[in-house]
C-alpha cells in the first residue's frame, strides 16, 4: 500500500523460529507470521 508523498506499507512474512521465554529460559518455537514494514518518504 502506497500514499504518495507520506509513507509505503510492505507486508513482509517471517518464518517460524526458536525463542526462549525470558523468565523461565524455556526455548518455545515461535510461529511464522506475516507484518508490515513501514517507510516514510523523503519528506517526513
Known amino acids: 500500500m502506497r500514499f504518495i508523498g507520506f509513507a509505503t506499507f510492505k507486508k513482509q512474512h517471517r ?5 526462549r521465554n525470558p ?3 524455556a526455548e518455545m518455537e515461535i510461529a511464522a507470521s506475516d ?3 513501514f517507510k516514510s518518504s523523503v519528506k517526513y
Open 35 to 37: 507484518s508490515l514494514s
Open 15 to 19: 518464518d517460524a523460529r526458536k525463542g
Open 23 to 25: 523468565q523461565t529460559g
